[in-house]
């Protein structure tokens, strides 16, 4: 069991960056899997990064492979997603989810966040 926040979305121009964090309520929150998506209106949500239960492996879509880090500090249960060179693509209701005891992959997460919104524009 465990609840998500997400924040730090906003207004930014294209080339620009901002940092993503998602906030845990669960102490245990080192056994959870966690993943970052991304869903624009008429889209289906996408995956975008996933990182290991301790930090020490993750997944990127090729999309942001070169732009974006996917981060945790389980010490204050935060998983965090940096973006770099935001294209207006990018432009999304960014969600994060985490899995329990699960693995760092593309699907199959059982905890979603509200999510927030990033708007990147030219």
């Known amino acids: 069991q465990v609840q998500l926040v997400e924040s730090g979305g906003g207004l930014v121009q294209a080339g620009n960056s901002l940092r993503l964090s998602c906030s845990a309520s669960?102490?245990?929150?080192?056994?959870?899997?966690v993943g970052w998506f991304r869903q624009t209106p008429g889209k289906e949500r996408e995956f975008v990064a996933a990182?290991?239960?301790?930090?020490?492996?993750?997944r990127y879509a090729d999309s942001v492979k070169t732009r974006f880090t996917i981060s945790r500090d389980n010490a204050v249960n935060t998983a965090y997603l940096e973006m770099h060179d935001l294209k207006p693509e990018d432009t999304a209701v960014y969600y994060c989810?985490?899995?329990?005891?699960?693995?760092?992959?593309?699907?199959?997460?059982?905890?979603w966040g509200q999510g927030t919104q990033v708007t990147v524009s030219t």
């Open positions: 669960e102490h245990t929150f080192n056994t959870y899997a």
């Open positions: 989810a985490a899995k329990y005891r699960g693995s760092y992959y593309e699907t199959a997460y059982d905890y």
């Open positions: 990182i290991s239960w301790s930090g020490g492996m993750t």
